[in-house]
């Protein structure tokens, strides 16, 4: 599968704990997008790299988050000292730079859940 | 900012025809997205228009007019397996805003 993958599927922590998220895009595509979605919402934007350079970050994106991609290849998303409000699904996203329109390819997602 | 509004829900039967709109006013446009997502699944790619008119592509068909900030998508012959989450997008610069989505139930 050449698809863009995501790990794990599903973390379950307690309030003030540290988790960190994976994202493999699809190995051409030097774009990559973190969305965050919430129960009955569409995916809101996080955060955005072309290659190993963040972009531009989302104000939703406070500083108890952070992301990485630090070959321009996977990204990681770590979330510290998580809050019940942080639950959610965080989605990775990725696209070809250059293309006639960026469609962007999603993960499968990470379902956190903070107890 | 980003405003992109739809539907909640919508209900159709086993062959029917259903016409899910989307409005927006945002402050870029490169593009219109739908896209599908299961409950509990990312989201699918369905449909892309940048240009007024409409694109068709089987049984999914979308509609663009920039200068209304209107899209709608179309959906016929509809299956069960087309009960989804319908989401509409914009693209700005290089990221998607998208609405809240249209919840399709489609009814024997």
């Known amino acids: 599968d050449t698809g863009v993958s995501q790990d794990p599927r599903h973390k379950i922590t307690k309030r003030g704990q540290n988790v960190t998220f994976r994202c493999d895009p699809i190995?051409?595509?030097?774009?990559l997008y973190w969305y965050r979605q919430t129960l009955g919402q569409g995916p809101e934007f996080l955060t955005y790299?072309?290659?190993?350079?963040?972009?531009?970050k989302s104000r939703l994106l406070s500083d108890r988050f952070s992301a990485e991609r630090p070959k321009g290849s996977f990204s990681t998303l770590e979330i510290q000292r998580t809050e019940q409000g942080d639950s959610a699904m965080y989605l990775c996203a990725s696209s070809p730079s250059g293309a006639p329109y960026n469609e962007q390819f999603f993960g499968p997602g990470t379902r956190l859940t903070v107890l | 900012g980003q405003n992109i509004d739809q539907p909640t829900e919508m209900t159709a039967t086993e062959g029917a025809i259903v016409q899910i709109n989307c409005t927006y006013q945002t402050s870029g446009f490169n593009g219109l997205f739908w896209y599908q997502q299961h409950a509990g699944e990312a989201p699918t790619f369905l449909s892309y228009?940048?240009?007024?008119g409409l694109e068709e592509k089987g049984r999914f068909s979308s509609f663009l007019s920039r200068s209304k900030g209107y899209s709608y998508l179309l959906l016929k012959e509809l299956q069960m397996k087309d009960s989804a989450s319908y989401l509409c997008?914009?693209?700005?610069?290089?990221?998607?805003?998208f609405g809240a989505g249209t919840t399709v139930t489609v009814r024997a």
């Open positions: 997008a914009v693209l700005g610069d290089y990221k998607l805003s």
């Open positions: 228009n940048v240009l007024d």
């Open positions: 190995s051409e595509h030097n774009r």
């Open positions: 790299f072309q290659n190993e350079a963040q972009l531009e």
